[in-house]
């Protein structure tokens, strides 16, 4: 059972990185399809952003390279590519055999980060220099 799992992540480890190149590779192409998502039905009725908000400019402005214009427009993709990255070098680490734990698996850490994320979707509406939407 063991070896299998090390085989699966040796297999990802080698996987994931081509799939990251092909999507540098391609992203003028998604830049390009961005012109065709709707705005948010959210914040046209009410005026607020929702948490949503800014995710597709955050994306393409990081697929750009600008990391500072991708946080301003909403953190959570910046967040979660991050997080992606870390959980990717523990699983590479662990297909070299190195049980490595990089992000706690605890509620407390969930709790602190979705707390954290509540937060910060409404005090954006309330401050508006955490924000470029």
Do not use: H, Q
């Amino acid at each position: 059972m063991g070896d299998r799992r090390k085989r699966a992540a040796g297999a990802a480890a080698v996987i994931l990185p081509v799939l990251t190149l092909l999507l540098f590779l391609s992203r003028k192409f998604f830049i390009g399809l961005s012109e065709f998502f709707p705005e948010c039905r959210f914040y046209s009725r009410t005026g607020f952003l929702c948490p949503a908000c800014g995710n597709t400019r955050s994306v393409m402005a990081f697929l750009k390279g600008d990391i500072l214009e991708s946080v301003g427009y909403n953190i959570t993709p910046v967040l979660l590519i991050a997080f992606a990255a870390l959980f990717y070098i523990e699983v590479a680490a662990y297909a070299f055999g190195v049980r490595l734990r990089i992000i706690p698996r605890k509620y407390w850490f969930l709790a602190v980060v979705m707390g954290a994320l509540i937060l910060y979707y409404i005090l954006r509406n309330i401050i508006p220099f955490l924000t470029l939407c």
